[in-house]
T-cell receptor
């Protein structure tokens, strides 16, 4: 069975600082996509960033970037210049069964302190 | 842009009652999914439909049934609700199966007494 581990149930960061959320996973796929999703208190899940496993270059979306290490099956999310609006639950989602059935980690609750 | 619409947003049931959660997407996506979210458990896949006319079980399908009514609509039915099914349910859709990117509805909070 696919496993996803987010080892940090909670994290906190000062506004304007940088924080890194970790995720490790296990998959037998060689070509796949990985995702980080954000769930603010409003509850709606929002895609933060996507990484294609066959690309060696790490994905970046504005203040969000990933550190993808395929051999180590590690997929961490770095948030730079943290803002109060970044406070949310963050879920790592690597693929399972050919990317049709995304498996989610249990999430990391991020608090941003002013 | 409506995106993914779920109804109802809140529901309280008594044990043994039945109900259907409705989901519709207006993005012409092929794949649709139902997840449940419980505290400390993340999101767990109940059922999914890779394309119109097909449905498959996910991680936690017991106690649920689904219907892919057409390309737009994917419903989740609880035939005999149990307190263990108290959860927040999310419907999601995906434009391309192989990329796996999901677009979520706002969620439906279900309480079974």
């Amino acid at each position: 069975a696919q496993t996803v581990t987010q080892s940090q149930p909670e994290m906190s960061v000062q506004e304007a600082e940088t924080v890194t959320l970790s995720c490790t996973y296990d998959t037998s796929e060689s070509d796949y996509y990985l995702f980080w999703y954000k769930q603010p208190p409003s509850r709606q899940m929002i895609l933060v960033i996507r990484q294609e496993a066959y690309k060696q270059q790490n994905a970046t979306e504005n203040r969000f970037s990933v550190n993808f290490q395929k051999a180590a099956k590690s997929f961490s999310l770095k948030i730079s210049d943290s803002q109060l609006g970044d406070a949310a639950m963050y879920f790592c989602a690597p693929p399972q069964g050919g990317s049709e059935k995304l498996v989610f980690g249990k999430g990391t609750k991020l608090t941003v302190n002013p | 842009n409506a995106g993914v619409t779920q109804t109802p947003k809140f529901q309280v049931l008594k044990t043994g009652q039945s109900m259907t959660l409705q989901c519709a997407q207006d993005m012409n996506h092929n794949s649709m999914y139902w997840y449940r979210q419980d505290p400390g458990m993340g999101l767990r896949l109940i059922y999914y439909s890779a394309s119109e006319g097909t449905t498959d079980k996910g991680e936690v399908p017991n106690g649920y049934n689904v219907s892919r009514l057409n390309k737009r609509e994917f419903s989740l039915r609880l035939e005999s609700a149990a307190p263990s099914q108290t959860s927040v349910y999310f419907c999601a859709s995906s434009p391309e199966v192989n990329t796996g990117e999901l677009f979520f509805g706002e969620g439906s909070r279900l309480t079974v007494l």
